[in-house]
Every structure is written in structure tokens, then in C-alpha cells.
């Protein structure tokens, strides 16, 4: 029989999220599209920088949607997300490998949900999927120290 929860170790990443806050959005719409105009080019951005006394991680996770001229709209989505070491504790991995990996897939729901709520507001909902965060991660640049 597995413990009780309350006698179970409290297990911690050492890692706390101190916010995730919108500090981006842009979104122009345009009153009279070309019907025609459908299709879209979505490209999702990730950008980061470590504290100098390694401590805390500011991470950005950004999508940029970009339609054709007199396409129905233009849209971009920042958020951002603070991540802190707690104190004492043992880690035995690196900002960047949590920046790549979980830190930015904590913040990528928030940005999906803003961006299929805005465009479904005009009546053309943009539904992104969940994506692989660690293989997006990896054809992105190394994060600024």
C-alpha cells in the first residue's frame, strides 16, 4: 500500500516560478480581408538570459502569425516567464537545459490560449497544437549568460 500523502518526502525541482506575464501582444486586424487568404505562417520563438549569479531565469516564449497581405489579421504573443533556484537547494542541472526543456513549456500554454482566444474574438480562431518544446529548443541559440 503506497504512503499516505502526508507521509510521503516533499519532493521539490528546486526551481520556483516566481510569474508568467504577457509582455507582448500585438494584434492588427484587418476590417475588410481577402476572403481567399487563409493559410498563415506561424513561427514561435524562444529567448532566455541567465542571472549572472546564476540564481534566476528570465524566459521568453514568443509566436509570431503572419498572413498574406490583406490577410485577416497579424498577430504576435510574448510572455515571459521568471524562474528562481530555491534557496538551498541541490540542483544537478543547468539553466539552459531547464530553459530548453520545462521552463518553456510551462509558459507555451498561456501563449496558445491567448492567441486562439484574440483570434477567435474576429471569428477566425486560430487553434495552435502542442508542440515539441525540446526539439523547438534545439534550433534555437544558445541563452545569454
Do not use: C
Amino acid at each position: 500500500m503506497p504512503p499516505e500523502p502526508q507521509d510521503r518526502p516533499e519532493r521539490s525541482s528546486g526551481v520556483k516560478l516566481v510569474r508568467i506575464i504577457p509582455i507582448k501582444v500585438a494584434f492588427d486586424v484587418n476590417p475588410s480581408p481577402d476572403p481567399k487568404i487563409t493559410s498563415a505562417t506561424v513561427n514561435v520563438a524562444l529567448q532566455s538570459m541567465i542571472s549572472t549569479d546564476q540564481k534566476s531565469l528570465f524566459l521568453t516564449v514568443g509566436v509570431k502569425v503572419a498572413h498574406a497581405e490583406n490577410g485577416p489579421y497579424q498577430l504576435e504573443v510574448v510572455f515571459a516567464g521568471e524562474y528562481q533556484k530555491e534557496e538551498g537547494a541541490e540542483i544537478n542541472w543547468d539553466w539552459d537545459k531547464f530553459s530548453r526543456a520545462n521552463g518553456a513549456a510551462i509558459i507555451f500554454p498561456y501563449v496558445r490560449e491567448m492567441v486562439t482566444n484574440l483570434t477567435a474574438r474576429i471569428g477566425a480562431p486560430l487553434f495552435l497544437p502542442p508542440i515539441n518544446i525540446a526539439a523547438l529548443a534545439a534550433s534555437e541559440p544558445t541563452p545569454k549568460k
